[in-house]
């Protein structure tokens, strides 16, 4: 019945900026945008990978309060081939890395970064022994 995971979708607070980031910095392709029924700018898509997209919406005002353990959006994925490779890049183009490459307890190597926003981004490096990998 279904598929698979077709799109994030994120309310920005600066469109450009967050362009900048996803398109420039990371790499993602900008695809399409949709307008509002007044013919407003509303949502720019994203292409992650083939069938796989994140929504930018226009038009975030303020962010949630910072709770301690909220239920909800956590943090987005984003599977790469080299962690280093990854990690220096990012330092290249000036984002801060969170927390540097390591191997987490699932075997795999993984490093955070946050988005214009403050969403946390974590790159991971599959590990041929992570159970990820053996299922």
């Known amino acids: ?29 900008r695809v399409f945008n949709i307008k509002d029924d007044q013919n407003n700018p509303w949502i720019e898509y994203i292409k992650v990978a083939p069938g796989q997209f994140i929504e930018l ?9 910072n709770l301690k353990r909220a239920i909800g959006f956590n943090h987005l994925c984003l599977e790469v081939h080299d962690i280093h490779e990854t990690a220096n ?21 993984q490093c955070w970064v946050r988005d ?4 946390k981004i974590e790159f991971m490096q599959l590990d041929p022994s992570s159970p990820q990998m053996n299922c």
Not at 57 to 65: E, I, N, R
Not at 93 to 107: F, L, R
Request: glycine share 12%.
């Open 89 to 109: 890049h990012l330092r290249n183009q000036k984002v801060t890395i969170d927390i540097e490459p390591k191997q987490g307890k699932d075997h795999n190597y």
């Open 1 to 29: 019945m279904i598929k698979g995971i077709g799109h994030l979708a994120l309310t920005v607070q600066d469109m450009e900026q967050s362009l900048t980031f996803y398109c420039d910095v990371l790499g993602f392709e």
């Open 116 to 119: 214009p926003d403050g969403n």
């Open 57 to 65: 919406f226009y038009g975030g005002l303020q962010k949630p309060a």
